[in-house]
């Protein structure tokens, strides 16, 4: 299929049969520590008017001490350091942006988020292209086929050029970019950005500390004034870019972005605010509006279906440690919430009132009492809902599970109190049926947990402790990835790789590096790998 440029602001939307669906977003920035989603963030949100400018710059200038003073209480209580949703109104739309944390609190929740989200926005420092933890946090969202628009970020810093940008996520990620904007210099000369779409140039001023809104010209691509503002030279070079842009690189197609196989590119500067508010309006009127909750047979549950549906995608020990209460949050997959009505959780075969239901704004919390598909609400209750957990009315539709993944870091699990081994199977089981961590174990029987990220282990240890009164050592086994295979191949690796077994008896092997796994699965064709637990061997 050959992609065609549409022209976006001409492009005809179907006629709404529900607003509130229509108007939803529900959304990820995948980004490597440091290349701005915290700032990126606080962009957007002051676009939807949440934040007031005296009070950001504040919080923003507070945000290391404020958010480390957090940070140490939530590891002191021995919960998880993630905020988790925040939603706000924009130009009509309401946002759910989901946080993916990255840095040190990296975590399997992290890749749940991922689940409930309809699209993400990539984030790249453009002066240093693609990272790991991207790679990673794409790998996930690919896999699920959802629609990813990249944002080059810190275009006012030197960056790479944007044709090795372009190459770079070709190359390194496997999907085709296509740019959108095109950016007129960067660093000390960034002036703007080019909107391919549009045919229109934006110009911006800076302004002292970062800005609110950058003020903004628009004009032709053509404008004389362009040269004195850019100089010849560079004047000369973003033309000849826009010009091979247009002709070299592929065009954007909806219906191919929307399957997950192209990414539309942007560029711009999140710190001086240039470019973020095209890239918001465009990203709106490109992404999805919220997909319903995927059943066995590949279908989904029609978001527009009066029967509600909803699934919980994270589980977070409350503050309130007397209560030992737990905040589940939930996407809502179709029909309307309402406060106090009945649901059905199909893995209890019960009914469950939702009495107290709250909306997030980062840490802050209040109750609501309605809630569409594509919104995020946390239910308060004390160790009811598990993961994966699927609410609904009427009869349970034929949900397809939350997909498990394969851990990264494994440690040998030694208790430090025989008096308390009642306590610690107690909690080893509770916890890991909560998620906190996978419990697999030997073949002589020890237990090994796993996890994607140190955060996990930290957090389990504590808990198994402080709730559970059973003090516990990890040993780290040295080992960096795993998959599943299938019973019939556990014999033909070699004493290098270690076998151990998840919860359900099914055979997991560990490499001791990325490297040693690519190295097996060149050699060895015929043995199968599965990144999540083969649906067969259940
Ligand atoms: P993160 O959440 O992805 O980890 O990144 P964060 O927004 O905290 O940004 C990381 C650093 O990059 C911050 O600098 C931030 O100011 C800077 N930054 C973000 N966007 C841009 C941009 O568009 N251009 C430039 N030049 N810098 C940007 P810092 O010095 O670590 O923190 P701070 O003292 O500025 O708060």
């Known amino acids: ?42 962009k957007l949100l002051l676009y939807g008017g949440a934040i007031q400018l005296a009070g950001h710059v504040r919080a923003r200038k507070d945000r290391k001490t404020t958010r480390s003073d957090w940070m140490a209480m939530e590891k ?3 919960i998880s350091v ?48 693609v990272e790991t933890q991207t790679i990673k946090l794409f790998h996930v969202c690919r896999e699920r086929g959802i629609p990813i628009v990249t944002f080059m970020n810190k275009m006012d810093r030197p960056a790479k050029d944007p044709f090795v940008l372009m190459d770079e996520v070709e190359k390194t990620l496997g999907i085709t970019a296509v740019p959108m904007l095109w950016p007129m210099g960067s660093g000390e000369d960034f002036r703007g950005v080019y909107d391919l779409t549009k045919d229109l140039v934006y110009r911006y001023d800076r302004v002292a500390g970062g800005s609110f809104r950058a003020p903004e010209k628009t004009g032709g691509i053509d404008d004389p004034e362009l040269e004195s503002i850019m100089g010849e030279e560079l004047c000369a070079t973003f033309r000849e870019g826009v010009e091979l842009a247009r002709g070299a690189l592929p065009r954007f197609d909806s219906e191919i972005f929307l399957k997950g196989m192209i990414t539309p590119v942007f560029f711009g500067s999140a710190i001086t605010n240039f470019g973020v508010q095209l890239f918001l309006d465009s990203f709106l009127e490109l992404s999805p509006s919220p997909a319903g909750l995927p059943l066995t047979d590949g279908t989904t549950l029609d978001p527009r279906s009066p029967q509600f549906s909803a699934f919980v995608f994270k589980l977070q020990a409350n503050m309130n440690q007397k209560h030992r209460d737990r905040v589940a949050f939930v996407r809502i997959t179709s029909g309307v919430f309402e406060r106090g009505m009945s649901v059905n959780v199909p893995r209890l075969g019960k009914q469950v009132r939702l009495s107290s239901p709250v909306a997030f704004f980062g840490q802050e919390r209040s109750t609501i009492d309605n809630a569409y598909p594509g919104d995020i609400i946390g239910l308060i209750n004390p160790g009811l809902y598990r993961i994966g957990d699927v609410l609904c009315t009427g009869e349970p539709p034929a949900y397809r599970p939350l997909p498990v993944f394969a851990p990264e870091i494994f440690a040998r699990l030694i208790p430090t109190d025989t008096q308390k081994l009642k306590q610690f199977r ?7 049926e909560e998620g906190v961590v996978q419990v697999f174990s030997t073949a002589e029987g020890l237990p090994v947990i796993g996890a994607v990220g140190q955060l996990q282990f930290d957090l389990f240890r504590f808990r198994l402790e402080d709730e559970y009164g059973a003090p516990c050592r990890l040993e780290n086994l040295g080992y960096e990835c795993s998959r599943w295979i299938r019973e019939e191949d556990r014999n033909k690796f070699s004493s290098y790789d270690l076998i151990i077994r998840d919860e ?26 599965f990144e999540h637990p083969p649906e067969n061997s259940d």
Do not use: W
């Not at 997991?508 to 790998?529: C, D, G, P």
């Open 426 to 432: 107690k909690g080893v089981q509770e916890l890991s």
């Open 76 to 78: 002191e209580r021995g």
């Open 82 to 129: 993630t905020t988790a949703a925040l939603q706000f109104e924009y130009n009509g739309y309401r946002l759910n942006l989901l946080d993916t944390p990255g840095h040190e609190d990296f975590s399997e929740d992290t890749y749940r988020t991922l689940m409930a989200v309809d699209c993400a926005v990539m984030l790249l420092d453009a002066s240093r292209g």
């Open 504 to 529: 359900h008896n099914r055979p997991v092997v560990l490499f001791k590096s990325e490297y040693r796994m690519r190295n097996f699965v060149q050699n060895n064709a015929n043995i199968q790998l």
């Open 1 to 42: 299929m050959t992609p065609t440029m549409q022209n976006l602001s001409t492009e005809k939307k179907t006629p709404s049969e529900n607003p509130e669906i229509d108007r939803r977003r529900a959304f990820a920035i995948i980004a490597h520590p440091d290349a701005g989603k915290t700032t990126l963030t606080e």
